[in-house]
């Protein structure tokens, strides 16, 4: 395939360092959304927020590590009328400010806008594809549920290792885990059947790839091993939390890393109305 021409090609502007932006950004918003939605004031709780921040902020130093000139990230804050990426920037501003104040002050408003801004900083990442009208695999409209689904479904299995690691039983983060991994299995299913067929060769075939590692590894196998370590006594259930989580999280940074730097096939372009030079 060509690097630039009326002929499809792959991207080659992003790579593993945008890849990351979604993979460690995505891990980190979910977490902190379920801490929100399913762990209890305690030291579990109190880990997650931090640890999230950082993923988050993982996640943005290597976007703004891809840049050749650094100083340039500045320029994002200044189009949130028209780009998402500046949206992306302003909402994890606010979700940190929230994240540190949810950290000092807790209580139940606190919890709201947790939970808000989380969300919504994910609503952003899975924008910034959907605005790329460019690439099949990310203007995809089901690519939306599939990100949000995979970022809930990554920070839930962060906040089970929590709740485990500090012996503070929650049901409600198995739950979240089952609901959300399932989820996610769903939007991928529909956002595959949707794209592959736009797709050919190499990308087609490295998008379809996913599929079993999602649902036998990231799904039914996380959640298996989810199921062994609520039953299990807590010196066996530390090490299958943490197996699920793994699990999990790896299939979602797969298919993530997968959509951004392996599938994104640019669709080419025609020119219907060729001039002729000379012509009148």
Known sequence: MSAFGPNPWIQRHWDWRAAANFVFGGAGSGLILAAALALPLGPARAVSLPL???????????????????WRALHVFFNARTSWMTREAFAGIALFGVTVAAFFR???????????????????????????KGIPAWREPKVIPFILATSLGEGAALAVVLAVAYNMPSPLAYGLLAVALLARAAAWMVYVASVAPKLRGTPQAAL????????WIGTFGALALAALAAALPRHFAMLLALGAAAAAILAGWHAKRTIVTRASLNQGFSLPNLPTRGAR
């Not at 993982?58 to 590590?65: D, E, K, P, S």
């Not at 609503?123 to 959907?130: K, T």
């Not at 379809?208 to 649902?215: F, R, S």
């Open 52 to 70: 999230g921040l950082a993923l988050v902020a993982l996640g943005l130093t290597c976007v703004w590590l891809e840049i050749g000139r650094p």
């Open 106 to 132: 807790p209580g139940d408003w606190m919890e709201i806008a947790l939970g808000f801004f989380a969300l919504l900083f994910a609503w952003c990442q899975a924008m910034i594809l959907r605005a790329s």
């Open 208 to 215: 379809v790839a996913v599929t079993p590692v999602l649902l």
